[in-house]
């Protein structure tokens, strides 16, 4: 531990109030002279350049090496002496536990929590932290010491009514808590104990269990056993159980009512480092995956922000379990040389991620605690490379949310879910995802059948997502995006790569056979990379279709137009803003997007195959190269005719033709010569 010495102003004065200059100065242990019982002394905060005592004054300013310096003691307590150039006394105090400066600087979050009263401990005290690169260690930063911290340390607190000591229930009224939240008891009472966290599990809108781990609270284990309520209890929420923020003292209260340190930041930033996160070892991913909860959940009780994952140079982040951003307006968002992605895994890039475990990556899901969806906040520049995941993300029941991740997959893993399902466990048709502010995935899947993104719904619960959204796909059998039961969609970038060896696309629209309702409408690709199936559902014997619009695609210049199966309905628009439309028994085309969708309205509701509205008059051209014939349209009359090569219009084996009432029969005229005769049919 060390201490900056300074008089209670900038300089050391003499006794006439003028700056002290080649004065001498002694520091020693309190409550003993310091000339009789000098402690070490030195010139910088990590206490690794010794000061010789006593120490000269240079106008006032401690002398190193005759420029003005700092001097720093590693304890929070000393005796002082000072005396002018004639050994005059000046200044003297023998317990000098007020810390003349009021700053301490201390090496390690170890020496900042061991801080009492008892070793100069004082209210607004101000304490330096000096970063740290050890693994496991905390980052460093500046904290002001208070008598109480409690109010800021503690969301709120809620009272226990009664408990179920069979269930290990326990009624609390209104609670407002979550599944992971952290709380510590008023008292030892139920089975608690007073200074120990407890991670709910929310049961409904007025119950909770508590358990002993947030994985524990998670998955439904590690469960507290309850005794009988004998006085009063109550359960305070706290906003930094993982004290990056809101450091306590060793032994005192965890709401901060005992005194605790807050650190010095800016609003609306909560780094991860604060927290304990090692990167690039191994062996770390159970700590890391606690440090990022518990920074999410300091950026939330902040009213939202940024949870800050530092760029690793040319090492990855391993974490044992899913990142669970389930708060409301927190972006998890990764930084580094540049925030871009690299599919490759290059880790100088950006901040890369390691999942060690077979379980999604990354949630942004809203708590189902029969509350509204949670909004904002998401995943952003972040690259997660080949480790366990099954998954890279899912998302349900949110809104306004930011999605900008990089993934690598292998065979049976899937990119990122967009679920809005309804279901027992579920917010809702009300709670759909809704709003992108940003949408934008890369995935690398390069063996199996994976998908990179898929968007899930049900019956009447449905994404309904409206722009800002990009994917980017290199699949091998699966798809770039994958359209189940989806309505309402609106995608800006669509494009894909197979990967070499497979046979993947760049999407499959379809519904399920699950029940009425669910099936896939309202899809529109702007930006389409060519390829594709589309199918319909087939509901209680009836095909519902499936319907999507493709937009900025000229298939006539290679790119691979869709597969249509049964009951799919696709609007093609192309780069020239031509568009026709196409099931797997109808098509309509037009000239424009205006005539392409007059044509289907010609065609809807009836057993046409093929339908052309065009009001230039060139509707139909049939070549093979060297030859070219067009129906047309012209002045209300319909012409065929040859507009290139020199082939002849031909019927061949036709014996007549009926045009009307008459008959145009083939045959000898009265001179016996070959041409036609125009005879009228019997009625």
Same mark, same amino acid.
Do not use: C, N
């Given at each position: 531990m060390s201490n900056e010495v300074t008089s209670p102003f900038t300089v050391f004065?003499?006794? #006439?109030?003028?700056? !002290?200059?080649?004065?001498?100065?002694?520091?020693g242990t309190a409550g003993i002279n310091p000339e009789v019982s000098p402690i070490s002394v030195y010139w910088d905060t990590a206490l690794t350049t010794p000061a010789a005592q006593p120490i000269r004054t240079l106008a006032g300013y401690p002398s190193q090496n005759g420029s003005p310096g700092s001097i720093f003691i590693g304890q929070a307590t000393y005796s002082i002496v000072i005396r002018d150039r004639n050994g005059a006394l000046v200044y003297s105090n023998l317990n000098a536990s007020e810390n003349i400066s009021n700053v301490v600087y201390l090496q390690t979050y170890a020496e900042l929590t061991a801080l009492t009263t008892a070793t100069g401990l004082v209210d607004d005290m101000v304490v330096e932290v000096a970063a740290r690169t050890t693994a496991g260690d905390f980052a460093g930063g500046t904290f002001q010491y208070k008598a109480d911290i409690s109010a800021r340390a503690v969301v709120s607190t809620k009272t226990v009514s009664s408990v179920n000591t069979g269930t290990d229930v326990l009624t609390v009224t209104a609670h407002g808590f979550d599944t992971e939240d952290v709380v510590i008891a008023s008292a030892a009472d139920a089975g608690l104990s007073i200074n120990? !966290?407890?991670?709910?599990?929310?049961i409904s809108a007025n119950t909770i269990t508590l358990h002993t781990s947030l994985l524990g609270a998670r998955a439904n284990t590690g469960l507290v056993n309850i005794t009988a309520l004998v006085g009063s209890l109550s359960l305070k929420h706290l906003a930094d159980p993982g004290q990056g923020v809101y450091v306590i003292p060793t032994g005192a209260a965890l709401d901060g009512?005992?005194?605790? %340190?807050?650190r010095r930041r800016n609003r609306g930033h909560i780094y991860a480092a604060w927290y304990g996160l090692t990167l690039g070892a191994s062996g770390t991913a159970a700590a890391n995956h *606690?440090? %990022?909860?518990y920074a999410m959940m300091m950026c939330e009780a902040d009213g939202g922000g940024i949870v800050d994952v530092f760029g690793t140079g040319t090492s990855h982040i391993e974490f044992s379990s899913t990142i669970n951003n389930r708060h409301d307006f927190v972006l998890f968002r990764g930084a580094g040389a540049s925030d871009v992605h690299d599919v490759a895994g290059s880790t100088s890039l950006g901040t890369t991620l390691k999942c060690t475990a077979a379980v999604t990556a990354f949630d942004h899901v809203s708590p189902y605690t029969g509350g509204p969806r949670k909004s904002g906040g998401g995943f952003e520049y972040l690259t997660l490379i080949a480790g366990s995941h099954?998954?890279? !993300?899912? *998302?349900? #029941?949110r809104r306004g949310t930011t999605i900008d991740i990089t993934f690598v997959g292998t065979a049976g893993t899937e990119g990122v879910l967009v679920d809005s399902g309804v279901s027992f466990t579920d917010l809702g048709e009300n709670a759909? #995802?809704?709003r992108f502010r940003k949408f934008r995935v890369i995935g690398l899947i390069t063996t199996g059948s994976a998908d990179v993104v898929v968007f899930d719904g049900s019956s009447n619960a449905n994404t309904s997502i409206t722009g800002n959204i990009q994917i980017q796909g290199t699949v091998y059998d699966g798809y770039s995006l994958r359209l189940r039961n989806a309505d309402h969609l609106t995608v800006d970038r669509l494009v894909t790569n197979i990967y070499p060896g497979g046979s993947g696309s760049s999407f499959y629209c379809h519904g399920t056979n699950a029940g009425a309702g669910t099936y896939t409408s309202g899809i529109e690709i702007l930006d389409w990379g060519g390829g594709g199936y589309v199918e319909g559902t087939e509901v209680a014997g009836t095909t519902v279709p499936a319907r999507i619009t493709l937009r900025g695609q000229d298939i006539g210049n290679g790119s691979p137009a869709p597969t249509i199966g049964t009951g799919a309905e696709v609007t093609y628009y192309d780069d020239y803003g031509r568009g026709y439309f196409q099931t797997s028994l109808q098509s309509s085309f037009g000239n424009t997007i205006a005539e392409a969708n007059s044509a289907r309205a010609l065609q809807r509701g009836s057993t046409q195959s093929i339908t052309v509205f065009n009001s230039s008059e060139n509707h139909i051209v049939l070549s093979d190269g060297t030859n070219t014939w067009t129906f047309r349209i012209a002045g209300g009359n319909l012409n065929f005719s040859r507009t290139l090569g020199s082939g002849q219009f031909n019927l061949p084996s036709i014996a007549f033709l009926l045009i009307g009432g008459a008959q145009l029969s083939y045959g000898a005229n009265d001179s016996g010569g070959v041409g036609f005769k125009l005879l009228r049919v019997p009625n």
């Open positions: 004065y003499d006794r #006439s109030g003028q700056p !002290l200059d080649a004065g001498y100065v002694y520091i120990t !966290l407890y991670f709910v599990r929310w009512s005992g005194g605790g %340190f807050e *606690l440090a %990022f909860e099954t998954r890279a !993300l899912k *998302l349900d #029941s759909d #995802s809704q």
